[in-house]
């Protein structure tokens, strides 16, 4: 369809990356341990711990499946993380096993994702990783960590220069990732990263729940400092802790799905309360997937903690100088794709600060139908035409700064 509306910009997009990237660019003798990938025939099984295994056999339940293998990582590839197109015409389950033969071809192939983005209305794409996990847990959890910087540094530079470059420059905007074991090799990837032209990284909404120190630390200033001086926007995918919000063990998918906007919800309040966006003046983060609908609440509760400081903590004001939703305007961005409630509240928001995605090629996304889902949106909240134009562009300009990328209003 042809739309009225200003081209998108999706800040939450996520490759998944071409089964030969790894294997390409390794050493021959480091490409049996370095992420790879193999096709068996099989299915998911439960063990008596409860944990889900790929087990091969020719049950009449199993299919041919695309394994991610990295050392002791093995990683069967789903629906879930390529929900589009045949896949979704097919009702298939986000747990089915897959191939990358049933995928989209615009799932890992740059020509086919830019002719998918034009169909969907869509100029630019922020792209999040996929076998690296949201913020590159993988590297993190393999024991080898001189060899897991050796495979961060290869998708870097491959989201870098080669899934962003070329024919993409200005349409897929690099997103890298961070060796979380170390802020300050992090701090250093990161300037490295800036310096090939990425502005944007990858991290955890709840560092802790990995194992590593927590935002109130204070281990993470070489990073913040480092994103600061270059101008890099720090951007928490809803997951990146490897953990999602559930009632109960037992609560239906549903119920898990339903509350993903609550890792944002934390995330949100530990960056406003530990005072970093206070120490680093100009440090944007941006909350991916989290929507924004809960931020008029949670922001009246935080300043009205901090007004009470006396009564809980003390050093509070010291540590956090100013109103904690004071940090908010051009620093801490939301990132919506069906929050009408939030862009119906978007002046306890911040116009300003509501971005929108498409979430290709998940299961939440409205590919084709960005354009129309988007207006739908928009009417429903009763935007007007500038409103329109930042939500669906401007704001995300100005954000990530894009005009570096040729991207203009």
């Known amino acids: 369809m042809t739309s009225t509306i200003p081209r998108i910009i999706s800040v939450d ?15 021959a003798a480091d490409r049996e341990r370095g992420p790879h990938v193999v096709r068996k025939h099989g299915r998911l099984a439960v063990t008596d711990i409860g944990k889900v295994e790929f087990v091969e056999d020719d049950d009449d339940g199993s299919r041919w499946c695309d394994i991610w293998i990295y050392d002791d990582m093995v990683w069967p590839f789903h629906v879930g993380y ?14 089915d ?15 086919a994702r830019l002719a998918d983005m034009t169909l969907d209305h869509v100029e630019a794409s922020l792209c999040f990783p996929t076998v690296p996990r949201f913020c590159g847990q993988a590297f993190n959890e ?8 050796t495979c961060l540094k290869v998708y870097n530079d491959w989201i870098i220069d080669e899934w962003c470059g070329g024919a993409a420059v200005g349409r897929l905007i690099p997103l890298t990732v961070i060796p979380l074991w170390d802020p300050v090799l992090a701090a250093a990837e990161v300037r490295r990263c800036a310096e090939k032209g990425s502005h944007a990284i990858a991290f955890s909404e709840a ?3 990995l194992g590593l120190p927590s935002i109130h630390s204070g281990a993470w200033e070489p990073l913040f400092a480092a994103c600061t001086e270059t101008e890099t926007v720090i951007n928490m995918h809803i997951g990146s802790s490897s953990k999602m919000p559930n009632t109960s063990a037992d609560a239906p998918v549903s119920v898990a799905v339903s509350l993903t906007f609550e890792n944002s919800m934390h995330a949100v309040t530990d960056w406003l309360l530990s005072g970093a966006l206070a120490r ?38 010291e540590r956090v100088p100013e109103r904690p939703s ?4 051009g620093r801490v961005y939301g990132c919506i794709f069906d929050d009408v409630p939030g862009l119906q509240f978007r002046d306890s928001v911040g116009m300003s600060q509501i971005m ?42 100005e954000c990530y700064q894009l005009q570096r990328y040729g991207i203009v209003e």
């Open 97 to 111: 096993l897959m191939t990358y033969d049933e995928m989209l071809p615009g799932c890992y192939e740059q020509s």
């Open 142 to 149: 393999r024991k080898d960590k001189d060899f897991a910087l």
């Open 356 to 397: 929108f995605e498409t979430d290709y090629p998940h299961a939440d996304s409205a590919f084709p139908s960005s354009a129309a889902v988007a207006e739908k949106l928009m009417g429903a909240a009763g935007l007007n035409e500038r409103e329109r134009w930042q939500f669906l562009r401007g704001n995300a300009i």
């Open 82 to 95: 390529a929900n589009v197109g045949p896949a979704r015409e097919q009702k298939r389950n986000s747990f």
């Open 13 to 27: 997009d996520h490759i998944v990356e071409p089964p030969n990237l790894w294997w390409d660019r390794l050493p």
């Open 280 to 317: 680093h003046e100009g440090l944007k983060i941006a909350l991916s997937e989290g929507q924004v609908g809960w931020m008029p609440f949670l922001l009246n509760r935080i300043d009205g903690i901090w007004e009470r400081s006396h009564m809980y903590e003390a050093g509070l004001r």
């Open 207 to 209: 560092p802790h729940a």
């Open 326 to 329: 004071s940090y908010v305007p």
